[in-house]
Structures are given as C-alpha cells and as structure tokens.
C-alpha cells in the first residue's frame, strides 16, 4: 500500500535524457530561487526602501510576458534543444553578472533590476522549450509522473533555495549567493548540451515555418478557441490565483495578526511548499487517474478550501485561538493549499502536454508561464484591495469560498472538461 503511494520513478529510471534534464533543472532551481532572495536583499541594502525592493517585481514580470509568449512559439519552430541551451546560456551569464557585481563591491540597483530583467525574459524562453520536450522523450503514460516529479522539484526549490540564500549571504556575503547559483546552473546547461536536436513534428502537407512574429503568437491563442479542455486548464488555474491568492496577506500576519513578523512570513511560505513536496511524495496512483480534468477542478477547489481555512485561523487569532494555536493552523491550511495546488499543477501540465499537437506545445507552455507568473500578481494587486475594505482575514475565507464557487460553475458551464479521459486526449 506504501510503496503504490510513494513517487513513480519509472521515467527517471528508464530514459537518460529526462534524468539528465531533471538533475540540472533542479539544482538550477535551487540557484535560481538563492539569487532572487539575494537580489531582494541586496536591493534593500543599497536603497533602504520597501518599494525599490517592490520594483525587482516589476523589471522582472514584464520580460516574463512577453518573452514567455514569444519564447513559445520560438519552441514551436525551431529545434527546441537549442532554444532552450542559448536561453539558459543567457540566464548563466546573468548570474556571471550578478557574481562579478558583487565581488566588485558595485551599488548600482539599476544594474541588479537589468539583471533581473534579461534573467526573466531568459528564463521564460527556456522553460516553454524545456517543457515541451518532455512529450517527445517520454511515452504519454509517464507524463503524469514525469511532471509529479518535476512539481516536486519545484516545491524543492522553493524551499531550499531560500534557506540556503540566507545561510551563503550571512557566511561570505551576496558574492557567495550569486556565485553558487552560476555554478548551478551550469547543470542545466550540461543537461541541454548532451540531448539529441528535438526539431517541432511536420504536419504532413504543412511546412514548417520559421519565421517567428506576432502571428505565430496569435496563432496560440486561436488555438485555445477551438481546443476547450486546455483551455479550461488556464480558466482553472486564473481563477485559483485571481480570487484566492493569500501572498498579499502574509506580512500583515506576521506584523499584526499572527506576531513574529517575518519568521512567520517566511514559515507561511515554506508551509505551501512543504504541502506541495508532501503531495509529491505520496504521488504514485497520479498516474493511473483517467479523470484528469475533474482532478483539476477538485484540486483549485481544495486551493480554495485552504485559503479559507487560512481566513479562519486569522479571525480566530487572539480569540477563538491563541495566536500560537491560529499559527499552527494556519500552517496547516496553507500547507493543505499547496498539496492541492500541486496535485492541480500536475494534471494541468499533462493535459496540455499529452492533448495539444506538437506544433502547438511551446505556444501553449508559453501561455501557461504567462498565466503562472502574471496571475498570482493580479491576485496579490485584487486581494490587496479587499483587505484594505474587509480585513485580511475575511478576504481570505472570502476568496477561498469565490474559488470553490468559481469552480462549481466552471464545471456546469464545461462537463466536457469533468469527463476528460486521459486514456483518450482531447484538446
């Protein structure tokens, strides 16, 4: 019963490529989640200011969109391979960058906020090519456990990689952070290099074309018209991070409401990550769900049902709960949020892996960074707002509680995506 529990190895066991590949994405990760903590850091060194920090954000989300949808369908006509080794090329010398600064003693933050743009518009380039190679070395049946592992990575990083940041800036300063994330990422540069060339699949009768503009992009999203199922994939998604996005909320928690300030803040975070690597661990039946898509609407449900218990333990602090006890249960329920998000994540990568055509896939992947990057901004902008009208606390269990409704009425309007079988995909 355990061993049918725990992750299914098979494609890392089976096929060299995806090992390689995950090995270097995940310890490029790592370095990647070290080096944007010690920006922050560094960046509120220099400047003393909250907002300049605030502005990392924004040099980094605009690269993001729009190098996200055009590095897509760069994927989709050209050898993806190399696609993604020259923008992971990029995002090494961004961290050669980043080390050299800091060892020259600069105070420049426009030079840091440079670094973080030509990183973000590097990485939104690689990832959609990265990813979409998956469906070309691995046999569909393992993609579900091909992307639990990769979820799994992630939530890795999310952890790990902070952590680790705070102890390299503590010992030998941001000129360690930087450094070590360099040497990091030459892992995914190795993992690119040693893959075989993946050229986009020719559609018999249909040229490949090269030439890579507007309406390549625009393509992608006629596509999404006629294909409802990965469609629905970003629907679900939106609404998960546009009306429950907790982010916003947590230094308020951790100022006012829990105590501890940023501990709490931090302990916050790294419970989401810790529910997600929980989920991860005990991935192994993922594989053998058919109803992909009604797994996806019970897990953004399940997000929504933790941000509202979130709400709870905010309301109940100093009252109902000690703030001892309201901080356990918070951790709690954002922790169950994360496991229920990455279970989500998992499902939603396959179905648009697996039931978009191949010409499609980097398109498709850049849409979904853009929805993964820019969502949780336009929830954090839409939950500030409410908090500011209602407290911190009630637009938590108010937006879970949206979530959940958005969920039921998605699944009335769209019972074609409920009923989707894994066995038979269809866009």
Avoid: K
Wanted: aromatic share 8%; with cysteine; hydrophobic share 55%.
């Amino acid at each position: 019963m355990l061993r049918s529990l725990l992750p299914d190895l098979t494609p890392f066991r089976s096929n060299r490529d995806y090992r390689r590949l995950w090995t270097g994405f995940t310890l490029s990760n790592v370095g990647s989640q070290m080096a944007v903590v010690a920006i922050g850091l560094q960046v509120y060194d220099l400047t003393g200011s909250t907002a300049s920090v605030g502005v990392v954000g924004l040099f980094a989300l605009v690269p993001l969109v729009v190098m996200g949808l055009y590095g897509g369908a760069l994927a989709d006509h050209h050898d993806r391979r190399l696609v993604g080794l020259v923008a992971t090329l990029v995002v090494f010398a961004t961290s050669v960058v980043a080390a050299t600064q800091a060892w020259l003693g600069s105070s420049s933050t426009w030079l840091l906020y440079a670094v973080v743009a030509v990183w973000s518009g590097a990485f939104a380039v690689s990832s959609p090519a990265r990813t979409s190679i998956y469906p070309r070395i691995l046999a569909p049946e393992q993609l579900p456990a091909a992307n639990a592992l990769s979820v799994f990575a992630m939530n890795a990083a999310l952890t790990a990689g902070p952590l680790l940041a705070g102890v390299l800036v503590d010992w030998g300063g941001y000129r360690a952070a930087y450094t070590t994330d360099a040497v990091l990422t030459l892992a995914a540069v190795h993992s690119l290099w040693r893959l075989h060339p993946v050229p986009p699949d020719a559609v018999e009768g249909e040229p490949v074309a090269r030439r890579v503009g507007l309406r390549s992009v625009l393509d992608g999203f006629a596509f999404l018209r006629t294909a409802p199922n990965v469609r629905m994939t970003f629907v679900a998604d939106i609404a998960a991070m546009l009306l429950a996005q907790p982010r916003v909320l947590f230094p308020a928690a951790g100022a006012v409401i829990l105590g501890g300030g940023a501990t709490t803040v931090g302990a916050l975070y790294a419970a989401a990550a810790g529910g997600g690597i929980l989920a991860m661990v005990l991935s192994g039946r993922l594989g053998g769900v058919r109803r992909q898509g009604a797994a996806i609407m019970v897990s953004v449900a399940g997000w929504g049902v933790g941000i509202s218990g979130l709400g709870v333990a905010l309301l109940a602090a100093g009252g109902a709960l000690t703030r001892d006890q309201a901080f356990v249960a918070a951790l709690a329920a954002m922790a169950f949020a994360g496991a229920a998000d990455s279970v989500s994540a998992v499902f939603r990568t396959t179905i648009l892996q697996s039931a978009a055509p191949d010409r499609m896939r980097g398109r498709l992947q850049g849409v979904f960074v853009v929805v993964v990057a820019g969502g949780p901004r336009l929830g954090e902008l839409v939950g500030g707002g409410v908090a500011e009208r209602v407290g911190e606390g009630w637009t938590a269990v108010g937006g879970g509680l949206a979530c959940v409704l958005a969920v039921v009425v998605l699944s009335l309007r769209q019972p074609g995506f409920v009923r989707y079988d894994a066995r038979h995909p269809t866009p």
